[in-house]
């Protein structure tokens, strides 16, 4: 009798925590498939030509890592497409990457995800509320970065939470520019001398609002590029889980230490405005099946006029007959009407929009 081999159980994900080392290859020793979202903040390649000073002959805090340091475009290129790779065969089905650059990187980075097949979403850019100032005088004031959100592929079911935007907006759809000020003050992390513990930290508003937006509370969000821990302090606090890859060992130190900080909220402020397109469709029909409106009932229109209710869950308004969208719009002499927010019935004198009584099939269908 022989006995098969047991198959390798697929590798835990490391949740919750930093994992040391390069990204190309931390990222390709994890399981395939296994991340929702990706947001990534990779070096950008500044390509500076010596000290840069203020009028003040002080000299400025520029990014001047070893990290940042490429030899060439090529070499560059050859390190977006190798990373933006092993990201891609980490996310989901349904998963999306978000990536963040300025001009001298994200042109380069936006090709190189095209090509391997992400489907480009929106672009957003960031406009920074107080950026650093053109001290030489000799370009504009470089006063935004720009955001890539791009779907693993064109068919991809990605999350997108547009009404917990519109929420978090003032009930105001949000747009895809976004003022929000550089990190600074009390948010910004410093070393023992009391300089910035990293060159680039992003603003905890700036992932509060990528993580909200296109998340869901347990999802698994990895960021390549750790460094202090943006991403993982406000994936903590929303309920997402995190992981972490960073080379360099003082950005892990500074970044353990602000996620012992950080406390999650509770499951009740968790919870985001849903989208009415995720809610359950429930056909007009189904109220005259049920017998919640009876054929022949009739329904008014905001300006009072009446319509009937026909077998087949279609109504008729004199010349008019259709759906209760069709009608609607007929009536208002316009190309479309919602006809769950356009008409009501009456029930002992009271009059009820139709959409409650689609509200209370839908709570009977979760």
Known sequence: MTTRPKAKAAPALPLNTILSGDCVEAMNALPEGSVDLIFADPPYNLQLRGDLHRPDNSRVDAVDDDWDQFGSFALYDKFTRAWLKAARRLLKPDGALWVIGSYHNIFRVGAALQDQGFWVLNDVVWRKSNPMPNFRGKRFTNAHETLIWAS???????????????????????RSDWVIPLCTGHERLKDESGAKAHPTQKPEALLHRVLVGTTNPGDVVLDPFFGTGTTGAVAKMLGRNFIGIEREASYRKAAEKRLARVRKFDSDALAVTTSKRAEPRVPFGTLVERGMLRPGETLVSPRGVAAKVRADGTLISGEARGSIHQVGAALEGAPSCNGWTYWSYRREGVTVPIDLLRQQVRSEMN
Do not use: I
């Not at 693993?152 to 949000?174: C, G, P, R």
């Open 152 to 174: 693993k592929s064109e068919d991809s079911k990605y999350t997108f939470n547009y009404e917990a935007l519109k929420a978090l907006n003032e009930d105001v759809q949000m």
